[in-house]
């Protein structure tokens, strides 16, 4: 037999490297995924900044993210920041982009399934606003679209928090976060919750009460992106949440 002859030793099988990042390569690149965003939101500001003739402080930056316009270029600049450092995680292990994450388009029922349960949860939440006299929306949200509705920039931060918005969180989280480590120690329920915290954590700018309805809304997400292998599903469910809660608030603050 080959095997037996020193002359034909056996084939040394190499095992292929894994195509995924598992639990603490997903955690490193979703830190670095983060930073990209943060930088590219705050590039948008500071170059309009710049643009304006302003001094380069903090206080001008601050005052130029206050504005609506700002505030929304300042969104959606995150998204291209996001999406090119996603890519190099991906590329660096060559895999598919589109398989990675899972953007394969849902079905109808899937669809409808996601939205039902969405709005299910959104009335839980809001019932128990109401029920405890709480505001439905942040106060700062609130006063944030008024003022870019009366300054004619609603139509930017509608595309900036309906859009670019969930897309860059839904591609972080559910995306690239979920993908890691659904296939690490955690599993699936791990990397739903784990994913969902995170997801929480990047709407640090609410109280304990709203972001305990955002990781209740980010685990019902999570579980849509494992039911339905679709991250399309919950970028869309995430955006049809934006988009009720922005025009409904610029409706209600007129």
């Given at each position: 037999m080959d095997s037996l002859n020193p002359d034909n030793p056996p084939l040394t099988v190499t095992p292929?490297?894994?195509?995924?990042?598992?639990?603490?390569?997903?955690a490193l690149w979703g830190l670095l995924i983060f930073v990209a965003m943060f930088v590219g939101q705050i590039g948008a500001i500071v170059l309009l900044a710049g643009v304006r003739g302003l001094p380069m402080d903090l206080a001008s930056v601050q005052a130029v993210g206050h504005e609506p316009q700002a505030l929304a270029l300042s969104?959606?600049?995150?998204?291209?920041?996001?999406?090119?450092?996603?890519?190099?995680?991906?590329?660096?292990?060559?895999?598919?982009?589109l398989d990675y994450l899972a953007l394969h388009?849902?079905?109808?029922?899937?669809?409808?399934?996601?939205?039902?349960?969405?709005?299910?949860?959104?009335?839980?939440?809001?019932?128990?606003?109401?029920?405890?006299?709480?505001?439905?929306?942040?106060?700062?949200?609130?006063?944030?679209?008024?003022?870019?509705?009366?300054?004619?920039?609603?139509?930017?931060l509608l595309f900036a928090f309906s859009v670019a918005a969930p897309?860059?969180?839904?591609?972080?989280a559910r995306g690239f976060l979920y993908r890691g480590w659904s296939a690490s120690f955690l599993r699936v329920p791990g990397a739903i919750l784990l994913s969902s915290l995170v997801w929480t954590i990047v709407h640090l700018q609410y109280d304990m009460y709203f972001l305990a309805e955002v990781f209740t809304i980010g685990l019902w997400f999570g579980?849509?992106?494992?039911?339905?292998?679709?991250?399309?599903?919950?970028?869309?469910?995430?955006?049809l949440n934006n988009l009720t809660a922005v025009v409904l608030t610029m409706w209600l603050g007129s």
């Open positions: 292929a490297t894994p195509r995924v990042w598992m639990f603490w390569g997903t969104v959606i600049m995150g998204l291209p920041a996001t999406l090119l450092v996603v890519w190099l995680a991906i590329a660096i292990k060559k895999a598919s982009f388009w849902p079905s109808w029922k899937q669809l409808l399934f996601g939205a039902v349960g969405l709005i299910l949860v959104v009335l839980v939440w809001e019932t128990m606003s109401r029920a405890l006299g709480r505001e439905a929306t942040p106060g700062f949200m609130t006063d944030l679209l008024k003022s870019g509705r009366d300054k004619g920039a609603a139509l930017l897309m860059s969180e839904e591609i972080l579980y849509m992106r494992y039911r339905a292998n679709s991250l399309w599903l919950t970028i869309i469910l995430h955006a």
